[in-house]
């Protein structure tokens, strides 16, 4: 059974850091293709950034220089590292292959950013 579990989110001011964290299990996660996905309120989730199984990453425009996506294969977790926040990065974070599956969907950690 997969279980993806996100965590590391909270309330942060403008110009800011958090690091994200996301723990997959029942995914050979090794070589899966991995992203970080945000939804916020009133808005269709979006890609942030992904991640391929060497290791390769790629990111929105929005968030290109400010975020970095990293993965951990020996402990099955990927990270997304966020400096520079923005309040318009507030959102719920989710991580999910790429493409996203239906059933890898896990409850997301919540960023705030605002002073």
Do not use: H
Request: charged share 15%; with cysteine; hydrophobic share 35%.
């Amino acid at each position: 059974q997969v279980q993806v579990v996100e965590s590391g989110g909270g309330l942060v001011q403008p110009g800011g850091s958090l690091k994200l964290s996301c723990a997959a299990s029942g995914i050979i996660f090794s070589i899966a293709p991995m992203a970080w996905y945000r939804q916020a309120p009133g808005k269709q989730r979006e890609l942030v950034a992904t991640i391929t199984s060497g290791s390769r990453t790629s990111y929105a425009d929005s968030v290109n220089g400010r975020f970095t996506i990293s993965r951990d294969n020996a402990k099955n977790t990927v990270y997304l590292t966020m400096n520079s926040l923005k309040p318009e990065d507030t959102a719920v974070y989710f991580c999910n292959t790429v493409p996203p599956r239906d059933g890898y969907w896990g409850q997301g950690t919540q960023v705030t950013v605002s002073s």
